[in-house]
């Protein structure tokens, strides 16, 4: 039997960022599960084309393009489709309010997800979390609203599904220690000097996943895994000297928790951002899948060892930040942003990426208890600091 959501009606999602890597994945679970799930909204920045496709798929209540200038477009595509059209970022935070939707996955890329998940979160949506930076950014705010307006946060991103797969059944059976598993990207056994010449292109040849280009350039300088810890931290109410970070190559064991009597779970699975797609819509159920399944004589060996935090340097900033507090994790993200992006440009070398980070991290001015109107006001200074260090950089 395929668990009591047959018996249920079917579950209404607003994907926010349905052309990225995520949004796409989860479309693909939804046509999987026609009878479970049903798409109520679906939104994308700037991807006009793919949104359009989608909509015609899927054929939702309502379809956002944050970017205005491709509005007309849009509208011109669907007219003859009864799909409601709208555009602007302040119209994404006010769609994720529609009654209806009962699943909200927040799949949009970087900064551009706070806004939009802290609505969702105040007007009592499940919260399907792949906007890792939401968390990084703004995770007390994000955890005292959940708290306060009663609303699950289901995490999407592997390892963070993990961590929640193995804590599941637990209770209150305290953790000892959270152990973060990383392939270590494609840089992981090049020296120092050899990092220092990679290109866009060395760094978006990730050896395990396929992924957007952000997500993919913060796996090969390990910003990524500095970013799950600090979600970790909120997620799992895990201090993050309690946080560990093991390079596993095989990324097949996504994450482990070790407790108080010496006893480590893991979860095992193939490399498939399906699988926790799929757990965190269905949640506590286990939906039946066609996917392949995970074959264990395939792998000789499952081998882990430790970062350098020398040759990434970024991760090592990630766990000073979230150690200083306040704002000061907000400024890294947004500082990443702006060098990631200046180096997928091919404006700076890949070594900026962390130079640019850390002299952003030193310049902003830091505030210890921040609400939101601070975490915008930080976002924007740190962005425009960056931007100029890009700059002088070429």
């Given at each position: 039997?395929?668990?009591?959501?047959?018996?249920?009606?079917?579950k209404q999602?607003?994907?926010?960022?349905?052309?990225?890597?995520?949004?796409?994945?989860?479309?693909?679970?939804?046509?999987?599960?026609?009878?479970?799930?049903?798409?109520?909204?679906?939104?994308?920045?700037?991807?006009?084309?793919?949104?359009?496709?989608?909509?015609?798929?899927?054929?939702?209540?309502?379809?956002?393009?944050?970017?205005?200038?491709?509005?007309?477009?849009?509208?011109?595509?669907?007219?003859?489709?009864?799909?409601?059209?709208?555009?602007?970022?302040?119209?994404?935070?006010?769609?994720?309010?529609?009654?209806?939707?009962?699943?909200?996955?927040?799949?949009?890329?970087?900064?551009?997800?706070?806004?939009?998940t802290i609505?969702?979160?105040?007007?009592?949506?499940?919260?399907?979390?792949?906007?890792?930076?939401?968390?990084?950014?703004?995770?007390?705010?994000?955890?005292?609203?959940?708290?306060?307006?009663r609303t699950?946060?289901?995490?999407?991103?592997?390892?963070?599904?993990?961590?929640?797969?193995?804590?599941?059944?637990?209770?209150?059976?305290?953790?000892?220690?959270?152990?973060?598993?990383?392939?270590?990207?494609?840089?992981?056994?090049?020296?120092?000097?050899?990092?220092?010449?990679?290109?866009?292109?060395?760094?978006?040849?990730?050896?395990?996943?396929?992924?957007?280009?952000?997500?993919?350039?913060?796996?090969?300088?390990?910003?990524?895994?500095?970013?799950?810890?600090?979600?970790?931290?909120?997620?799992?109410?895990?201090?993050?000297?309690?946080?560990?970070?093991?390079?596993?190559?095989?990324?097949?064991?996504?994450?482990?928790?070790?407790?108080?009597?010496?006893?480590?779970?893991?979860?095992?699975?193939?490399?498939?951002?399906?699988?926790?797609?799929?757990?965190?819509?269905?949640?506590?159920?286990?939906?039946?899948?066609?996917?392949?399944?995970?074959?264990?004589?395939?792998?000789?060996?499952?081998?882990?060892?430790?970062?350098?935090?020398?040759?990434?340097?970024?991760?090592?900033?990630?766990?000073?930040?979230?150690?200083?507090?306040?704002?000061?994790?907000?400024?890294?993200?947004?500082?990443?942003?702006?060098?990631?992006?200046?180096?997928?440009?091919?404006?700076?070398?890949?070594?900026?990426?962390?130079?640019?980070?850390?002299?952003?991290?030193?310049?902003?001015?830091?505030?210890?208890?921040?609400?939101?109107?601070?975490?915008?006001?930080?976002?924007?200074?740190?962005?425009?600091?960056?931007?100029?260090?890009?700059?002088?950089?070429?």
């Amino acid at each position: 039997m395929r668990f009591d959501l047959l018996n249920q009606m079917k579950k209404q999602l607003a994907i926010l960022g349905s052309t990225g890597s995520i949004g796409t994945q989860t479309l693909e679970v939804v046509a999987e599960y026609p009878d479970l799930f049903e798409v109520y909204t679906l939104t994308a920045n700037n991807n006009v084309d793919l949104l359009i496709e989608q909509a015609k798929h899927f054929n939702p209540d309502s379809v956002v393009i944050a970017n205005e200038a491709h509005y007309n477009k849009l509208k011109e595509a669907l007219k003859d489709f009864p799909i409601k059209i709208y555009a602007g970022e302040n119209a994404i935070s006010e769609i994720v309010e529609a009654a209806p939707i009962d699943i909200v996955v927040t799949a949009m890329v970087g900064y551009s997800g706070l806004k939009p998940t802290i609505r969702a979160i105040e007007a009592h949506k499940t919260i399907a979390l792949a906007n890792k930076e939401t968390l990084v950014v703004a995770g007390d705010l994000i955890k005292r609203l959940a708290l306060e307006y009663r609303t699950p946060i289901i995490p999407v991103d592997s390892e963070h599904s993990a961590i929640f797969q193995c804590l599941v059944g637990e209770g209150d059976n305290p953790i000892e220690k959270i152990i973060l598993t990383a392939s270590g990207g494609p840089f992981r056994k090049f020296t120092a000097e050899q990092m220092a010449h990679v290109t866009k292109s060395d760094a978006l040849k990730h050896p395990k996943w396929h992924m957007g280009h952000k997500i993919t350039i913060d796996s090969a300088t390990l910003m990524n895994k500095g970013f799950e810890m600090i979600e970790a931290k909120w997620l799992f109410d895990v201090s993050p000297q309690n946080i560990e970070i093991a390079v596993h190559p095989q990324s097949i064991v996504h994450s482990m928790v070790q407790f108080k009597d010496g006893s480590v779970k893991a979860q095992l699975g193939t490399q498939d951002m399906r699988l926790p797609i799929r757990y965190a819509l269905s949640y506590p159920a286990r939906l039946e899948s066609s996917a392949p399944k995970l074959t264990l004589e395939q792998y000789s060996e499952l081998t882990f060892e430790y970062p350098d935090f020398e040759r990434f340097p970024l991760l090592r900033y990630a766990f000073d930040a979230v150690a200083t507090g306040g704002n000061m994790p907000c400024i890294m993200n947004a500082a990443n942003e702006i060098a990631v992006a200046g180096f997928l440009n091919d404006t700076i070398a890949y070594p900026d990426i962390a130079r640019i980070v850390s002299e952003t991290m030193e310049h902003i001015e830091f505030i210890e208890s921040p609400e939101y109107e601070d975490y915008v006001h930080t976002n924007k200074l740190a962005r425009n600091y960056a931007t100029e260090l890009v700059k002088s950089y070429q």
